[in-house]
């Protein structure tokens, strides 16, 4: 590939942007979009048979009842935003930075029946009155390419369970949802890398998790780690925002 003369040093800047890391001191801050990987790649521990038993008497209600990973999500609309902050790098090389969750939008791929003949749909949405904790990620920089690598993490959830039952026509019946709170953690591990600047959206952060750069394309690297309900352990697939790859993409540094 060739450049004019007088853009040489540009083309040399951006091409070097996409292999270095966005500035000395690590990820800028700013929001991180997830996707589930597939459908149902994300199973919520919840024992159906005992929540549907308690949609048909509210009185014996409780999520804590959990057994197995029952309840799944996973489709086009299913996301989590994370807000990251400052990062900081240690003397070997690691940079720490801590990340809150800022949304989420986790739609049920299957129906819940209820022994009493209702039919509901289900969603998880984060809990508008709760404080939503910061968690450090570690991010372990390759030895060959500063500029990705591979980190670890424990995230806490605080969410609601929103439950929406179908009318006689199969219409959900907004009136008539239940909001149960739903605390869960995301154990997260997998690939990350530091995209080149500026950003297409410039709230977005420069740090992309589940994603990598490879033959001249972003791509989503998926990770299948583990959410954790009390002690029942479920398995969540991950991804990179497929519209800030493509966004990525098309975009010329």
């Not at 853009?7 to 966005?22: E, H, I, M, R, W």
């Not at 997830?34 to 509210?58: F, H, K, M, S, Y």
């Not at 996973?74 to 930075?97: E, F, H, M, P, Y």
């Not at 497929?242 to 098309?250: F, M, P, R």
Request: hydrophobic share 40%.
């Amino acid at each position: 590939m060739c450049c004019p003369r007088w853009t040489a040093v540009f083309c040399c800047v951006a091409l070097l942007s996409a292999a270095s890391p966005a500035g000395a001191d690590g990820p800028s801050p700013g929001r991180i979009a997830l996707t589930v990987a597939r459908p149902g790649g994300l199973a919520l521990a919840i024992d159906l048979d005992a929540l549907a038993e308690g949609l048909c008497n509210p009185g014996l209600l409780n999520l804590r009842t959990s057994a197995e990973c029952g309840l799944t999500a996973g489709n086009n609309r299913s996301s989590i935003d994370l807000q990251s902050g400052a990062a900081t790098t240690d003397k070997d090389g690691r940079v720490s930075v801590e990340v809150t969750p800022s949304a989420l939008e986790l739609d049920g791929t299957t129906l819940l029946h209820t022994p009493c003949g209702g039919v509901w749909q289900y969603s998880l949405q984060l809990d508008p009155v709760a404080v939503q904790r910061p968690a450090p990620l570690t991010l372990h920089p390759a030895t060959t390419h500063p500029a990705q690598g591979m980190f670890a993490g424990v995230i806490e959830v605080a969410a609601v369970l929103h439950l929406v039952p179908l009318d006689e026509h199969d219409y959900p019946d907004e009136h008539e949802a239940i909001d149960l709170p739903f605390g869960f953690t995301f154990q997260l591990a997998g690939a990350w890398a530091s995209a080149p600047v500026p950003l297409p959206d410039p709230a977005d952060s420069d740090l992309l998790l589940f994603a990598g750069f490879d033959g001249g394309l972003w791509r989503p690297r998926p990770g299948c780690e583990w959410t954790i309900f009390g002690r029942i352990l479920c398995e969540s697939c991950l991804e990179a925002e497929s519209n800030v790859l493509k966004s990525l993409n098309a975009t010329p540094f």
